[in-house]
């Protein structure tokens, strides 16, 4: 079983600044992407930004230069540094992988029960 753990949500005004980190544990061969997804009351989930195995980064234009992905692949960590927050950031963050189970072939979509962020003054 893969389990993955978000934390670092809480809420913050107008400018701030928030550290989530989301942490996979289980029977892991190797994780191929990890991402952040968010999604706020009555609107769709959408990526936030996404790093893959190879260091490649990907993030929504509301977002870029404000954001920033990393990961720490020896822990399977995954963290989002979200500066100059805005009150339409305000949302449940949900992290997400594809990762690879020991001992199987497809890849496996795994996802965080979320940590929400709110952003108000």
């Known amino acids: 079983q893969v389990q993955l753990v978000e934390s670092g949500g809480g809420l913050v005004q107008p400018g701030g600044s928030l550290r989530l980190s989301c942490a996979a544990s289980g029977s892991i061969l190797s994780i191929n992407a990890m991402g952040w997804f968010r999604q706020a009351p009555g609107k769709q989930r959408e990526l936030v930004a996404a790093i893959t195995a190879v260091g490649s980064t990907k993030y929504a234009d509301s977002v870029k230069g404000r954001f920033t992905i990393s990961d720490d692949n020896a822990k399977n960590t995954v963290y989002l540094e979200m500066k100059n927050l805005k009150p339409e950031d305000t949302a449940v963050y949900y992290c997400?992988?594809?990762?690879?189970?020991?001992?199987?072939?497809?890849?496996?979509?795994?996802w965080g029960q979320g940590t929400l962020v709110t952003v108000s003054s």
């Open positions: 997400n992988a594809d990762i690879t189970p020991v001992g199987r072939f497809q890849v496996l979509d795994a």
